[in-house]
């Protein structure tokens, strides 16, 4: 858990306290993480002054409109991330970047991404590393493979989630390997001299 870093801890990382009160469209993991790093939450959009969105899966047309509200009287707008869909055994679902799009649209104004493969995510895992090599494992092209590919680090496509073609993915963010999925990885640590 010392070693987690998530787009909420990042959120509560470029926040402070005269960003406050926050409004929060997420999940239950996100106000959690905002409201530990002593920031304070609020349900008014006339008192909001930055407006946090994450995935939502119990979102509400209320919800989206008293963001869209604080929105439009000048909150700061801040995203964890823009993934429009994350993997399910059904199919892609909407995903936290489909609620900042509607928001976007209906305050006409642009969110500060927060997570992969965005600055502040960047140099915050940057921070945490230590010296040696460094892989960057995931299903998506552009947040998880744009983030190793912006740093120069090892990237490791995996194909159990977004991505289950590599031919899917665009040339410029191509994997350094492949693999099925993420239980081959500690095979493949292994015998690249990283295990």
Do not use: C, H
Not at 19 to 31: F, K
């Amino acid at each position: 858990p010392a070693q987690e870093v998530t787009s909420a801890m990042i959120a509560a990382e470029v926040l402070s306290a005269a960003d406050a009160p926050l409004l929060v469209v997420g999940e239950e993991g996100l106000p959690l993480t905002l409201q530990r790093a002593g920031l304070a939450l609020t349900d008014d959009p006339a008192a909001a002054r930055t407006v946090v969105v994450g995935l939502d899966r119990n979102l509400t047309y209320d919800r989206l409109r008293a963001a869209s509200d604080a929105l439009l009287r000048g909150a700061r707008f801040v995203a964890s991330n823009r993934d429009p869909t994350y993997p399910t055994a059904a199919g892609p679902w909407p995903g936290g970047g489909a609620i900042v799009a509607a928001l976007e649209v209906a305050s006409g104004r642009s969110a500060e991404v927060v997570g992969k493969p965005y600055p502040p995510m960047r140099e915050a895992v940057r921070r945490r590393l230590g010296p040696g090599p460094t892989w960057v494992v995931g299903d998506r092209p552009e947040t998880d493979l744009a983030l190793g590919r912006g740093q120069g680090w090892t990237t490791v496509l995996v194909l159990t989630g977004v991505v289950a073609d590599p031919a899917q993915v665009p040339a410029e963010l191509s994997p350094d390997v492949v693999l099925a999925s993420l239980a081959e990885f500690p095979a493949y640590l292994e015998g690249a001299g990283g295990g």
